[in-house]
């Protein structure tokens, strides 16, 4: 049977020839995932391999270019964690997929009546994380926590990703506002959603996006696109029009036609002119000239906002040519990450219990080596406060240092105060001015030191030399290491 094939059913939902939105909703979150995760939620029923199992999600290297990230999406992991279920409606459906043919009832009854009871440690949102630091910790049935994978990894990858390239751009504007435009350019109006939240959490001090502005409290920023300036015969007659309906906000848009005419038009709005908006052209340029158009005409209060397929790189270029240039619109390079557009975040198991043993479990693949049994990640501050070093060790090692992952959820239940938006962003502002200068660099080079503890070290080899001829580790080799030191 070919993998085409196992997907195909004469019972199969037809086009209804009217629209779906096909956005995500309470009812059907359940089904945004990968088949194969329900098709071993179906193997590991079926075979009673339902053991309580761990698995951390973290990312094996960092992107290109980049030298940290800032952990973002926590908030909707445990919003999916609590709210997923299997309706009926969803059931029948799978139920009737050739894959699942051979599987019993039971399986179905048992999925009719899930819910998340598992453990979740994981880091605070808008901390700053380094590669293979364990970022979410589940601790479940194997079962809970397999069937929870892919939504796991596409909600904390893609936020982490976008908050830690908003955090780029934000440190290249050197104190300058950055403001997140790029709803548009998003890959779907979901994803605007979300990438506005991850905006700001790294550092952006609004966005245009006015859903993710209502739901999250975040400050809505917006005024005039160029067809509002082309829909008039004179521009400005278009100015003053604005400047009527919003006398008390009225930023104009300068470049439709001649940006230094169009600038010397906006003077004559007067002191109720608030800023001006560059589109195009020489920015760089364009900005001094305007700057020395507004001053001379007593308006030294008009702000000037840069925007234009703007990035990080794009920022620190024209401010170090002595750009006048107040905040930035940063649009599809932010909300896309387009020089890294995707995170490698993975999830993997690392310890079962069987029995009441503990088994470490890991992946012995060439260049995909993972460490087993649950892990913490404890963070080193030299005297002045600034991070020194992290060391990635057993979660109950007693190391004098602060350990990052903390527990969020337990048998089901949040135990964790979730904090606003606003308080994720100040706690990712924390993390940035506690890290050291040069590894924000926007070409760092150096690595920030992250080191694995000698107890892990040791587990790990551990079990590689236990290791049997089918591939798993026959008994528990970290029992006796309580008491060791690094």
């Known amino acids: 049977m070919s993998l085409h094939s196992i997907c195909l059913t004469k019972d199969m939902k037809k086009n209804s020839g009217k629209p779906e939105s096909l956005f995500l909703t309470n009812a059907n979150i359940c089904m945004a995932t990968d088949l194969y995760q329900l098709t071993m939620v179906a193997g590991y029923f079926e075979c009673r391999m339902n053991h309580k199992s761990t698995f951390e999600l973290f990312v094996r290297d ?53 819910s998340f009871k598992g453990d979740l440690c994981a880091v605070p949102e808008g901390t700053v994380i380094f590669a293979n630091e364990p970022i979410v910790r589940v601790t479940a049935s194997m079962i809970e926590a397999q069937v929870i994978e892919t939504y796991l990894l596409s909600i904390i990858n893609y936020q982490t990703l976008i908050a830690s390239k908003a955090s780029r ?25 979300l990438a ?10 609004g966005t245009s996006n006015v859903l993710a502005a209502f ?19 004179d521009e400005y007659e278009s100015f003053q029009d604005f400047n009527k309906v919003f006398p008390d906000n009225t930023t104009l848009l300068i470049d439709t036609y001649d940006t ?9 709005i007067g002191k109720k002119l608030k800023g001006v908006r560059l589109d195009s052209g020489n920015i760089t340029l364009l900005s001094k000239k305007v700057r020395k158009i507004l001053d001379d005409a007593d308006l030294a209060h008009v702000k000037i906002t840069a925007s234009n397929d703007l990035n990080e ?22 909300v896309t990450s387009k020089d890294t557009p995707a995170l490698g975040g993975v999830y993997k198991l690392v ?15 060439k260049e995909k080596t993972t460490y087993p049994s649950k892990k913490q990640v404890y963070r080193f501050l030299n005297k002045r406060g600034m991070f020194k070093k992290d060391i990635i060790g057993l979660a109950d090692e007693d190391l004098d240092a602060k350990g990052l992952l903390q527990p969020v959820m337990e048998r089901g239940k949040i135990i964790y105060k979730i904090p606003s938006v606003q308080q994720i962003q100040k706690t990712a502002e924390k993390n940035i001015s506690q890290l050291p200068d040069k590894f924000k660099t926007l070409d760092c080079k150096t690595k920030y ?3 694995i503890s000698r107890k892990l070290r040791q587990v790990r080899d551990n079990t590689m030399n236990n290791r049997n001829a089918y591939g798993h580790v026959a008994t528990c080799p970290y029992k006796n290491y309580g008491t060791e030191k690094i």
């Not at 975040?218 to 015969?233: E, F, K, L, R």
């Not at 790189?313 to 599809?332: H, Q």
Request: a positive charge; proline letters at 4%.
């Open 62 to 114: 960092l992107p290109e270019r980049r030298s940290y990230l800032i952990a973002a999406g926590l908030e909707q992991a445990l919003y999916y964690l609590k709210n997923l279920r299997f309706s009926a409606k969803y059931l029948k459906y799978l139920k009737h997929l050739p894959i699942f043919k051979n599987v019993s009832r039971e399986l179905f009854d048992y999925l009719r009546d899930f």
């Open 169 to 193: 751009v934000v440190h290249a504007a050197d104190g300058r506002e950055v403001i997140d435009f790029g709803t548009r350019r998003a890959h779907g109006p979901q994803a605007g959603v």
């Open 196 to 205: 506005a939240r991850a905006c700001f959490i790294g550092g952006c001090v």
């Open 215 to 233: 739901e999250l409290g975040i400050p809505p920023i917006g005024t005039v696109a160029h067809s509002w300036v082309m829909a008039y015969d």
């Open 260 to 268: 230094i005419k169009g600038a010397k038009l906006a003077t004559k």
């Open 313 to 334: 790189y794009k920022i620190s270029k024209m401010l170090a040519k002595g750009a006048r240039i107040d905040s930035f619109g940063v649009g599809t390079e932010m």
């Open 351 to 365: 310890e079962q219990e069987i029995e009441g043993r503990l088994i470490p479990k890991m992946k012995f693949s």
């Open 449 to 451: 030191p992250v080191t």
